[in-house]
């Protein structure tokens, strides 16, 4: 079934407008401007835009689930963290023993034979020595997350504990809230834990201040063995107010997107470690997310290693995750693993029999979502609280596999058993983890070739490359797959890119028709647990906030419309310099030698030439990083864990020139690295040889620090062994040979245009909606023809607008939707776009 948009009442609409927008004459920002045409074709016909067109994808990384949307508040509740999740992690991380009143004993986290389950299997062992008085006890003292628990006055909070006790008179337990230095935050709350067999205690404690330093003290008395498991607190008010639910304020912010889908649970996480099942005790510690280990009791549920190096409880697992997507409208679309590891792994588990096993739990997957409540896997959601069906309807397998070969022989066998059982279930391939590229090409092929019905495409790239690729998919096979564009953002989190990301979206839309999926990613990032960065929603213990690109999101997915229609508009003029700049060498992980750099002019005149016999004296070192030194008559940088060592040397005006250089990997993970066409740290060309674990090469521009693909190779480097390296730069033209053969070549020729638009038309509303960004620092005066359509005389407007380098933070947010009202509007007008903008013109129109 199609997901019905959400749209206020028209009269209601003009009632809000009328209360809280500003009117403003037409055309009120005509100073300096640039002048543009836009011509609407009314009576074209444009494509439809598909219900779920934008998304999100939620993938556990920056600490997305534990500490973030998932709302529990304790730390390492079940004592399972372990140094194979991150080398500082011990069963107590999070956890400090602490005495009250006297008491005394010791804590251990252990796994033996009087744990809870085979599934959860550590545990925390009290040995109380029954000192001092009535009230003395010992036990331990959680942190949180952050700067701690985070409470809000009169606040409820559910604690509950499982636990069991030697002692024949039982044990006496006392939880206790507080701040991080010791004063209550709440009225304490006493247990009595009775019986040597596992029992869940439950209480609720309400706070009685604020805090955002909170710490949960849980503390047994007498003497005897006391021992606990799943030490839980969780706020009453959840979204929803769902138990073992989900963060109010972050849930809210994603519904508040209106997405049409929801992919989840990843990403790297999905298809990287081993793909081999929980078996206790010696299950591997990282594994692929299984989505068997993520449902039932979360006290049964398996803890994982994270990808993104820290644990993962599934306390946030496949049933809340598609009970999510049900509360806020979205279409579930899970992803499972191929048993091909993507994400710098990239290795193919062969075991027939395990692929079968994966291949049939997808298939209870898909009965777990949609079967009757009696089936076997639909009983259980039923169980779980949910009977009826989840109504899914894609379902992705694979994740950025770097082997084509490998992914699509297994890709077809899960695709085949899918579509044999459940033919209405869309499987979505994957073309990789870049936009480009050697395995880019394949995987698509071979999606084609097998006539796969949608293909995920992920790429993160420059601002640079988002404004000069907004006709990507002007030129796709309409009777090739459709495509799902899966993760997608430009490298930083200034208004620069979402300005860049909005170009390319316009486009996106006015190719709706082979364009079915967008989601922008990553979706959530603890401000304090980052691993990638940019980010559509930040936080910390007790704050959100959207980034820029967040206001972005949500002013395309909440004004969408039903389809597309024709509409064009005049470019701005460019002029094409030729690539310029001096040359440079660099390693990332790895150490290497180089020696013989060579330069010269198109006409022959040698420019620059170093064997660095005098020592390296003509190379500037900008940035400071690696350890650079002249080692028997060559330039080493000997650090393999630093990263980006880049040293510079020449003219930054140098054009027309070959580059020559001799280069030998000496150790490390990766390979070496030659730059050119360099401006400065941030603006430059380099030759990434042996990149991405030694997987692949590939030439990267990078434009204010954001990089971009220009050609990919599938180039290892060997250690030890000489190459030969040239670089020939001719205007816009540049070709690479190695060891003298020509390795490939690209021509720089696109533009960074900065004026983009799409017309899309809301059925419901019978309006017109103009989206316009102006991702330039003059404002963009334009005469706009609606092609003689009815309209009406004035326009709602939603803009987006601010310093291209500004910044969302928890303090301040200047990128944030203005309202407003034009009047003036008819068949022909002419508005502003304001400098750095982004605007929205809803017009009322018949066509």
């Not at 507080?178 to 935050?185: E, R, Y």
């Not at 205007?731 to 040979?737: N, Q, T, W, Y």
């Not at 380098?805 to 007008?829: H, K, L, M, Y």
Request: hydrophobic share 35%.
């Amino acid at each position: 079934m199609a997901r019905a948009r959400r749209h206020l009442p028209l009269a209601l609409c003009a009632a809000v407008a009328a209360a809280t927008v500003i009117t403003v004459p037409l055309d009120a920002e005509a100073q300096d401007a640039t002048d543009y045409t836009l011509r609407v074709d009314p009576r074209g016909d444009g494509p439809e835009i598909a219900d779920h067109m934008y998304g999100i994808f939620y993938e556990d990384i920056n600490r997305a689930a534990d500490g973030g949307l998932y709302a529990e508040l304790v730390q390492n509740r079940s004592f399972e963290y372990d140094p194979v999740d991150h080398p500082s992690y011990t069963g107590l991380t999070a956890w400090t023993p602490v005495s009250l009143a006297g008491g005394a004993g010791t804590a251990e986290v252990v796994d033996d034979e009087h744990r809870m389950n085979e599934r959860n299997r550590r545990h925390l062992r009290l040995e109380l020595a029954g000192a001092g008085g009535a009230d003395a006890a010992f036990g331990v003292t959680n942190s949180g997350y952050n700067t701690g628990i985070a409470v809000r006055e009169d606040a409820g909070y559910d604690f509950s504990v499982w636990a069991r006790t030697d002692a024949p008179g039982g044990t006496p337990l006392t939880v206790r809230l507080t701040d991080a230095g010791g004063a209550a935050l709440a009225e304490p709350l006493r247990l009595e834990v009775a019986g040597d067999e596992w029992t869940r205690y439950t209480g609720t404690v309400t706070a009685e201040a604020d805090s955002t330093t909170g710490r949960l003290t849980v503390a047994g008395g007498g003497a005897g063995t006391l021992r606990l498991d799943m030490v839980s607190l969780f706020p009453q008010d959840t979204f929803m107010h769902r138990p073992n639910g989900l963060r109010r304020d972050l849930a809210e912010k994603i519904a508040d997107l209106e997405p049409g889908f929801l992919r989840f649970p990843g990403g790297c996480l999905v298809n990287t470690g081993s793909h081999y099942g929980y078996e206790g005790p010696d299950y591997p510690r990282a594994r692929s997310y299984q989505w068997k280990d993520t449902v039932g009791p979360v006290e049964e549920r398996a803890t994982n290693k994270n990808f993104w190096g820290y644990n993962q409880s599934y306390g946030l697992g496949y049933f809340e995750y598609f009970q999510f997507a049900e509360d806020i409208g979205a279409t579930p679309l899970p992803v499972v693993p191929a048993l091909v590891t993507g994400c710098g792994q990239n290795q193919a588990t062969d075991d027939p029999e395990l692929l079968a096993r994966h291949i049939q739990d997808t298939l209870d997957l898909v009965e777990f979502a949609n079967g009757p409540a009696d089936s076997e896997w639909g009983s259980l959601r039923a169980e779980m609280g949910h009977p009826e069906p989840f109504g899914m309807t894609h379902l992705a397998v694979g994740n950025e596999e770097n082997l084509p070969e490998e992914f699509f022989e297994r890709f077809v066998q899960f695709r085949d058993a899918i579509e044999a059982e459940y033919p209405e279930i869309v499987v979505v391939g994957n073309s990789g983890p870049s936009s480009a590229g050697a395995t880019f090409d394949r995987l698509w092929e071979l999606n084609r070739e097998a006539g796969v019905e949608m293909v995920d495409e992920h790429y993160y790239n420059s601002p640079t490359w988002f404004l000069e690729n907004n006709d990507r998919y002007d030129s796709y096979d309409r009777q090739g797959p459709e495509v799902f564009l899966g993760e997608y953002a430009s490298q930083d989190n200034r208004f620069r890119n979402s300005l860049a990301e909005a170009a390319f979206m316009t486009g996106l839309e006015r190719n709706a028709d082979i364009v079915r999926m967008a989601s922008y990613a990553p979706l959530l990032a603890n401000v304090d647990y980052v691993q990638w960065s940019p980010d559509l929603i930040w936080f910390d213990n007790h704050r959100s906030w959207g980034s820029t690109s967040y206001e972005t999101q949500k002013l395309f997915m909440t004004n969408v419309g039903d389809r597309v229609v024709p509409s064009e508009a005049s470019g701005t003029p460019v002029l094409t310099e030729p690539i310029t700049g001096a040359v440079g060498l660099s390693t990332w992980a790895t150490s290497a030698a180089y020696d013989d750099v060579r330069v010269t002019s198109a006409d022959g005149e040698v420019l620059f030439a170093d064997d660095f016999s005098a020592g390296d004296g003509h190379w500037s070192h900008p940035d400071g990083r690696g350890e650079w030194a002249v080692e028997d008559g060559a330039y080493v940088q000997r650090d393999t864990s630093a990263e980006d060592t880049l040293v510079v040397a020449g003219d930054p005006e140098w054009r027309d020139y070959d580059l020559e250089v001799t280069a030998t990997k000496l150790g490390g993970q990766e390979g070496f690295l030659i730059a050119f066409g360099v401006r400065d740290t941030g603006n430059h060309y380099w030759w990434n040889l042996g990149g991405w674990n030694n997987t692949t090469s590939a030439v990267e521009r990078s434009v204010d620090g954001g990089k971009s693909t220009m050609v990919e190779r599938p180039t290892r480097i060997e250690t030890g062994r000489e190459y030969e390296a040239r670089v020939e730069v001719r205007g816009r033209e540049v070709s690479l040979f190695l060891d003298g053969e020509l390795w490939g070549s690209f021509t720089d020729d696109q533009v960074a245009e900065p004026f983009r638009q799409v017309v899309t038309y809301d059925e419901q509303a019978g309006e017109l909606i103009v989206k316009v960004v102006n991702a330039q620092a003059s404002a963009a005066r334009t005469e706009i023809d609606l092609g003689g359509a009815p309209v009406g005389r004035t326009a709602r407007v939603t803009t987006l607008r601010g310093d291209p380098d500004a910044v969302n933070t928890a303090e301040e947010q200047p990128i944030r939707p203005e309202e407003s009202v034009v009047r003036g509007v008819g068949p022909e007008f002419t508005h502003t776009f304001p400098p750095h903008s982004i605007t929205f013109l809803r017009i009322r129109a018949r066509i």
